[in-house]
Structure formats: C-alpha cells, structure tokens
C-alpha cells in the first residue's frame, strides 16, 4: 500500500481507539444547553451552580456558564443569555450553534444534554407536561429544492442511542423537528409532518449538527409546553405553562442525570 494510505490508516486507527476509551469511561464533565433562563434557573437552584464571571467565553458575548459537581459529574448549564438589543432570551438555532461550538472548544464534555420545551403533536398522542427523548432531529425550516441540497436542508439524523436510559426512565421517545419559528406556517407544517416529528422546537437540530461535526454524544430532553395541532393560540399556551412544564423538565433532567452518574457513555 502506498505511504499515504499508510499514515491515513494510522490516523483513523488511532481515532477510532481515542473514541472507543471515551466511550468507556466514566462520564465526567456535562454541558447542558439551554435557551431559556426560566428553564435554566431552577437546575441551577437545585445543582448550587455557581455563575462564571470569569467567562471561557470572548468578551462581550451574553452567553452564560454556570458550573458545579453534582455525584461525580461536573455540570455546565449553558445559557445563551439575553439579546444584547432587545433583552430577551437569545433562542433559535444560532445562539444554540454558538454556544454548543463554544462549549464544546472550552470545556471538552464526555457528554450534551439540550434540554427545553418544545411544542408537541395530538397527531402524536403528545400531552402537555410529556417529557420527551428524542430520537432523530431534523430542520423544518430549511427548503432548498435542488437534489442533494434539499437533504442537507432538512439535516436529518438520528440521535444518539440511549437505550438503558430510555427503559429505566419511562420517558417517551419521538422524533424532534427544529425551525426558528415559534408558530408553524403550512409550509413548516408539511415539513414536519414529513419528519415524522412528535415535537418541534428551535434549538435541537443546530446543537446536533455542532455536536456531530465534533463528534460530541449529544442526547435531547424536551418537555411540552403547547400542543401546536390544538385548539389554543400557540404564543398563549405556550407562555401560560411554561413555569409549570419547566418543573417536569428539571425533574427528568436530574433523573438523567442520576442515571448518568457513574456511567460511561456505551452504558446508556
Ligand atoms: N418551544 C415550546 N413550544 C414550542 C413550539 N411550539 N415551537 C417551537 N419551540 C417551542
């Protein structure tokens, strides 16, 4: 075999042994992305995080860490912050791009959790207060109708699989299809209807794609807030349980964590 072939064999041999030790590990250090800070603040509360004011972020960017050991893990809530303009949680897919790419630079974690509330199908048989694991992620957002592009629009992947997790905790498990909307057009709705979404949310798409261009496992806990198929106004519905559904999301957070702890990323 020419030398070339040689030293690229070595190079992927060695690759793939650094991801089969990874793998067998025990999970030490954790990000969890989070776009909202009603959502964050009471993981903080509850893990005592503490804030980093000394930032691994570049100067002047609103995102937020804030850090602390939980059993044996080393926890990052990552929070995108506030919009330096407007003042209001910097959600979508472009915060939650920039801080998952930054995260991941920073800090090297063994694993992401992107954690948030989503908005579910009836369609699906989804409930408001549903915790959900997601089990692909796809873009709904992304139309571009020329051959191949067209797929790399809609970005589908399945997620990593966490079989012992999904059985020990009795969440539910449903595809999540992403877009920087709130509400959904016709056009979105066809979309996600082609993804075969249970849940549609802003962040989970874009955190993906970082996370496996850096080959980071990354898993997805989305609580619903807003049944989009039903009768009520989304913005409404949505607003008007959120404090609640935040509970039920924290709650199944620190129950994947528990299970977590101890573990190696091939046990879950
Ligand atoms: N987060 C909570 N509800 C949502 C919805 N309907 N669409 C996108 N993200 C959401």
């Known amino acids: 075999m020419a030398p070339h072939n ?5 190079v992927e041999e060695r690759a793939t ?13 954790i990000v969890i992305i989070i776009a909202m ?3 964050a603040l009471p993981l903080v509360t509850k893990f005592q995080l503490s804030e980093d004011h000394d930032s691994l972020f570049p100067k002047g960017v609103p995102w937020v860490r804030y850090y602390g050991v939980y059993k044996d893990l080393n926890l990052n809530v ?26 991941i630079q920073a800090l090297k974690p063994d694993l992401i959790i992107n954690a948030g509330t989503a908005g579910g199908f009836k369609a699906k048989e989804t409930c408001i207060g549903d915790v959900y694991l997601a089990s692909d992620v796809a873009f709904h957002d992304r139309r571009i109708p020329i051959p191949v592009f067209d797929q790399y629009g809609i970005g589908a992947r399945k ?3 966490t ?18 909307s709130l509400d959904m ?24 794609y970082v996370a496996d261009l850096l080959s980071v496992p990354v898993i997805f806990v989305k609580a619903v807030t807003d049944i989009v198929d039903g009768d009520k106004p989304t913005a409404e519905e949505f607003l008007q349980n959120l404090v609640a559904v ?23």
């Open 78 to 103: 990552i929070w995108p912050g506030k919009d330096p303009l407007l003042g209001v949680d910097s959600v979508g897919t472009i915060s939650a791009s920039l801080v998952t790419y930054a995260s």
């Open 246 to 268: 935040t509970t039920a999301l924290d709650q199944a957070v620190t129950r994947v964590l528990d299970f977590i702890s101890g573990k190696c990323v091939s046990e879950l």
């Open 185 to 208: 057009s016709p056009q979105d709705e066809a979309s996600i209807i082609a993804n075969d979404a249970a849940v549609k949310d802003m962040e989970g798409a874009a955190v993906a």
């Open 37 to 39: 800070q009603t959502e």
């Open 159 to 161: 997620t990593f699989s």
């Open 17 to 29: 042994t650094m991801v089969a030790d990874a793998e067998n590990k025990p999970i030490s250090t």
């Open 163 to 180: 079989p012992n997790l999904l059985k020990e905790l009795n969440l539910k498990i449903g595809k999540l299809s992403t877009g920087d």
């Open 6 to 10: 040689d030293s690229t064999e070595v």
